[in-house]
């Protein structure tokens, strides 16, 4: 591989040694350039009047101008990539990097440990691939902005469809590029919707309890990370917490279960949910797949779909990564495929309120 044909990289960090740690495990890839490194926003922005990388890393909380007020500047005026990699421990900054996702970056990752610490080789590898995979995305769209475009007028749905429904419970998967688009159908749904919403939501470590807070702040909808056991209510949104798969019993009530490794590496994943939700509840339930790479939930979302559930794929145009809804589409599963906004004035069609 030559030089030319290299992914190129910015990172943005206020610490020199975590600088110098991501730079070695990202230059440590054959396939993969550290051009540069900047100490705040303001300086990534001066690099970028004069070089184009092809992905930038950026952090959160930095003088000058933080992670956010980078991103939004980045996003106004250019189509690269941005990963956060972010401290998940400190509340603030999680809060403002699902902000910066609102803004236009695209994946969010723990910044990884240092040499010699246990879990150095996983998170460093998880960087690498992260970054091979996120250069690839061209155009990075801000959310903020697609909700002042004028949406064509929803197709495909029949007034009878609307009239026949009825939906007891949504089930809705996502990966990369998710939590945008989560965050903009849960705020134009009634917050008094008449069934319960259970999501799985792919996300790094340590960053799940930030997207509840961030979600219930920004969009007033319930949300809260579910118990096993619990008892599912109207108008609530429960997500799959780390490490536990998610289902439900006939009587309504939350099951989480540890994942077996031969059957998915994914926990949560979407895939299990689905199915839960086909075998539980039939044709009354709505499954929606969202933007993500692979293919997790577009198997078990045809299983909804041949149980007479309504099934709906995110867009291609709208999608971050058009993986997990792309599938769906493939494999038939998907009855629907519909913009965010498409969705979210679906559900309430064809849902009641209390």
């Known amino acids: 591989m030559t030089e030319k044909q290299k992914i190129k990289v910015l990172i943005v960090d206020d610490s020199p040694s975590v600088l110098d740690l991501i730079s070695y495990i990202l230059n440590s890839d054959p396939q993969i350039e550290v051009i540069g490194t900047a100490l705040t926003g303001k300086r990534a922005l001066e690099f970028l009047k004069n070089n184009k990388p092809d992905i930038i890393t950026m952090d959160m909380a930095m003088p000058e101008m933080d992670g956010l007020e980078a991103t939004q500047t980045i996003m106004e005026t250019n189509t690269i990539p941005i990963i956060i990699v972010s401290a998940s421990w400190s509340p603030s900054e999680v809060s403002d990097t699902y902000r910066a996702l609102e803004a236009g970056a695209i994946s969010i990752m723990e910044k990884p440990r240092g040499i010699g610490h246990p879990d150095h080789n996983k998170m460093a590898i998880e960087l690498i691939n992260a970054v091979k995979t996120m250069s690839e995305i061209k155009v990075v769209r801000r959310w903020a902005k697609r909700k002042m475009e004028k949406e064509e007028p929803l197709t495909g749905i029949s007034e009878k469809e609307y009239e026949k429904s009825d939906i007891r419970i949504i089930a809705i998967g996502a990966s990369t590029g998710g939590p945008p688009v989560i965050h ?135 999608s971050v990564i058009y993986g997990m809804p792309g599938k769906a589409v493939e494999i038939g599963a998907a009855k629907y495929i519909l913009s965010p906004e498409q969705i979210a004035e679906t559900i309430i069609k064809l849902t009641k309120t209390v």
């Not at 919707?193 to 790094?204: F, G, M, R, T």
Request: charged letters at 20%.
């Open 184 to 318: 903009d159908i849960l705020s134009q749904i009634p917050k008094n919707l008449s069934i319960p919403i259970l999501l799985v939501q792919h996300i790094a470590r340590g960053f799940l309890e930030g997207f509840k807070d961030w979600l219930v702040k920004s969009t007033g909808f319930p949300v809260s990370i579910a118990v096993d056991m619990e008892k599912i209510i109207p108008g609530h949104c429960y997500i799959a917490p780390n490490d536990y798969q998610m289902g439900v019993t006939a009587n309504g009530t939350i099951e989480l279960s540890n994942s077996d490794p031969a059957v998915t590496i994914l926990c949560p994943s979407v895939s299990f949910l689905f199915q839960s939700i086909a075998e539980t509840y039939g044709r009354n339930a709505i499954g929606i797949l969202l933007t993500g790479m692979g293919k997790d939930g577009a198997r078990e979302l045809k299983m909804m779909r041949d149980k007479g559930a309504i099934t709906i794929a995110q867009d291609e145009s709208s």
